[in-house]
């Protein structure tokens, strides 16, 4: 995901609700109502009790590498915890998500949780895990290896307590949120293995306290100079591919853009060239672009070529009853989980106009999508229990 990298305290998602179900638990009175119910009770004061357990997932999963397109080694690893905690029809899409259902006591609504795999970094990353007192340090720690325990938490804590739903509930390790992923793993989801299936949708990403419904849409490219290349001494003079990249990207750090709503650019990648005394033949550039404003997208997208990655925008109006239940959760736990903008797994359900938020996992992450990432553990059990409860209520009518 890409946020703000400090952010602050919890949430997260989970499931169920109990064998005798609560009407109308999506409403400010049913959550409180539902939070009352001694099973919901039991099954929160476990998220707590258990999340040393939570913490100590979510260093395993980060210490398994998950590269952008090279996400198999971890998924196997969700794979076999979807298994053993008794999730039911574990399998793996064309795409390489990992799925695993929890019955309902009905078969509405159909709710999904999710959690992506991937990383940043690249192979050969290392991806070993430090840890000093609350603070875990590794890449990935935040972004999105909380995620990913909040999700097993949520499965675990459900199969411990027996809480049960309404509705069923699939649980989602996706692949492809980072980078030139572009959401491959929820456009599978999405458009073939649970196509027309979906009522409800929620992504865990990262850390804090947040509830986003406003996708902020992404458009990346890759820009390549070609030239004949040749001997730096030799050739001396001959058009540098390396030179004309330099040009350009000094241009676009210099672009003005007219937007009401938060617009962005950025180089990311550059490469090119064989060796230090050689006019390469080829230089290129990875350029990410950012809003939720389509329009601001499309201003930008003139000056650039080659798009390589389309995430799309859009956003929920502020009495979305899914949004309305996120933020009548955190009241009844009583944290705060402010309404941001995020680019995430959830923009493509957004854009499908299936009723997405992206919440965050609890405890502060800092420095997302660096080496130096970190992650502070301090209180982060709420932000399981902020997971589970939202889960709940959103697994009612």
Same mark, same amino acid.
């Given at each position: 995901?890409?946020?703000?990298?400090?952010?602050?305290?919890?949430?997260?998602?989970?499931?169920?609700? !109990?064998?005798?179900?609560?009407?109308?638990?999506?409403?400010?009175?049913?959550?409180?109502?539902?939070?009352?119910?001694?099973?919901?009770?039991?099954?929160?004061?476990?998220?707590?009790?258990?999340?040393?357990?939570? *913490?100590?997932?979510?260093?395993?999963?980060?210490?398994?590498?998950?590269?952008?397109?090279?996400?198999?080694?971890?998924?196997?690893?969700?794979?076999?915890?979807?298994?053993?905690?008794? !999730?039911?029809?574990?399998?793996?899409?064309?795409?390489?998500?990992?799925?695993?259902?929890?019955?309902?006591?009905?078969?509405?609504?159909?709710? /999904?949780?999710? &959690?992506?795999?991937?990383? /940043?970094?690249?192979?050969?990353?290392?991806?070993?895990?430090?840890?000093?007192?609350?603070?875990?340090?590794?890449?990935?720690?935040?972004?999105?290896?909380?995620?990913?325990?909040?999700?097993?938490?949520?499965?675990? /804590?459900?199969?411990?307590?027996?809480?049960?739903?309404?509705?069923?509930?699939?649980?989602?390790?996706?692949?492809?949120?980072?980078?030139?992923?572009?959401?491959?793993?929820?456009?599978?989801?999405?458009?073939?293995?649970?196509?027309?299936?979906?009522?409800?949708?929620?992504?865990?990403?990262? &850390?804090?306290?947040?509830?986003?419904?406003?996708?902020?849409?992404?458009?990346?490219?890759?820009?390549?100079?070609?030239?004949?290349?040749?001997?730096?001494?030799?050739?001396?003079?001959?058009?540098?591919?390396?030179?004309?990249?330099?040009?350009?990207?000094?241009?676009?750090?210099?672009?003005? *853009? &007219?937007?009401?709503?938060?617009?962005?650019?950025?180089?990311?990648?550059?490469?090119?060239?064989?060796?230090?005394?050689?006019?390469? $033949?080829?230089?290129?550039?990875?350029?990410?672009?950012?809003?939720?404003?389509?329009?601001? !997208?499309?201003?930008?997208?003139?000056?650039?070529?080659?798009? /390589?990655?389309?995430?799309?925008?859009?956003?929920?109006?502020?009495?979305?009853?899914?949004?309305?239940? &996120?933020?009548?959760?955190?009241?009844?736990?009583?944290?705060?989980?402010?309404?941001?903008?995020?680019?995430?797994?959830?923009?493509?359900? *957004?854009?499908?106009?299936?009723?997405?938020?992206?919440?965050?996992?609890?405890?502060?992450?800092?420095?997302?999508? $660096?080496?130096?990432?970190?992650?502070?553990?301090?209180?982060?059990?709420?932000?399981?229990?902020?997971?589970?409860?939202?889960?709940?209520?959103?697994?009612?009518?």
């Amino acid at each position: 995901m890409k946020r703000r990298p400090d952010m602050t305290a919890l949430a997260l998602a989970v499931t169920g609700i !109990l064998a005798t179900p609560v009407t109308r638990a999506q409403s400010p009175g049913g959550v409180a109502t539902l939070a009352r119910q001694p099973a919901v009770r039991a099954a929160l004061d476990t998220a707590r009790t258990s999340e040393p357990q939570t *913490i100590a997932d979510q260093i395993r999963f980060c210490e398994v590498p998950a590269p952008p397109f090279k996400e198999a080694d971890r998924a196997g690893l969700l794979r076999a915890e979807f298994s053993r905690l008794g !999730l039911l029809n574990v399998r793996q899409d064309r795409a390489g998500n990992v799925l695993g259902d929890r019955r309902g006591e009905g078969s509405r609504p159909r709710l /999904v949780i999710a &959690a992506h795999l991937d990383t /940043v970094f690249p192979e050969g990353t290392d991806v070993r895990v430090a840890r000093q007192g609350n603070v875990l340090r590794g890449p990935g720690i935040g972004d999105n290896c909380r995620g990913l325990a909040v999700l097993v938490a949520i499965v675990r /804590v459900m199969e411990q307590t027996g809480v049960q739903t309404t509705g069923p509930v699939t649980f989602v390790a996706n692949v492809g949120e980072e980078g030139l992923g572009d959401l491959r793993g929820m456009k599978a989801l999405f458009g073939e293995t649970l196509k027309d299936q979906i009522e409800r949708f929620v992504s865990i990403d990262n &850390a804090g306290i947040h509830v986003s419904a406003t996708g902020t849409g992404s458009h990346r490219y890759r820009v390549t100079f070609r030239g004949p290349g040749g001997h730096s001494f030799a050739q001396f003079g001959m058009a540098n591919p390396a030179d004309a990249l330099g040009r350009a990207i000094a241009k676009i750090a210099d672009w003005q *853009i &007219a937007s009401t709503s938060r617009t962005t650019f950025n180089v990311g990648r550059i490469g090119g060239g064989t060796s230090v005394n050689s006019i390469p $033949t080829e230089a290129w550039m990875e350029v990410d672009l950012r809003s939720s404003d389509a329009g601001a !997208l499309t201003a930008l997208d003139v000056k650039l070529r080659e798009l /390589v990655g389309d995430r799309p925008a859009g956003a929920l109006p502020m009495d979305a009853p899914i949004l309305t239940t &996120a933020q009548a959760v955190a009241r009844t736990l009583g944290v705060p989980a402010a309404v941001s903008e995020s680019s995430s797994d959830a923009n493509l359900p *957004i854009s499908l106009r299936i009723p997405a938020i992206s919440i965050g996992g609890g405890g502060r992450s800092f420095d997302s999508h $660096t080496p130096s990432e970190t992650f502070d553990t301090t209180d982060s059990w709420k932000g399981t229990q902020y997971g589970l409860l939202l889960t709940l209520a959103l697994a009612e009518p």
